[in-house]
């Protein structure tokens, strides 16, 4: 993973204020349809949810915000991204 992502990563968790959101509030950040969500979480291209319950569940804002810069570093940069390696080493480093 390149320095810059890791450098990315602990930009966004300095900043971000890690709340839980909703899938409305996911929709609402991303600017993508539910199921285009649910896809991207099965590939393992977009954070998983933590689930709070047998039929709930939530996302940290932190991977949320990560996930987003990522995603416009990639597009800005001519620099590849790995977005299935950078989610795991999100979600790894969360779970430190």
């Known amino acids: 993973m390149s320095?810059?992502?890791l450098a990315l990563i602990e930009r966004v968790r300095a900043v971000v204020n890690d709340r839980l959101l909703r899938?409305?509030?996911v929709k609402v950040k991303t600017g993508l349809a539910s199921s285009t969500i649910w896809k991207y979480v099965k590939h393992g291209t977009l954070?998983?949810?933590?689930?709070i319950g047998s039929r709930s569940a939530c996302w940290k804002e932190s991977e949320i915000s990560a996930?987003?810069?990522?995603n416009a570093f990639a597009s800005r940069s001519e620099?590849?991204?790995d977005i299935k390696a950078f989610i795991a080493l999100l979600v790894a480093q969360n779970d430190l």
């Open 47 to 51: 954070p998983p949810p933590i689930r």
């Open 23 to 25: 899938l409305t509030q």
């Open 67 to 70: 996930w987003i810069e990522a």
């Open 79 to 81: 620099k590849s991204v």
């Open 3 to 5: 320095p810059e992502l």
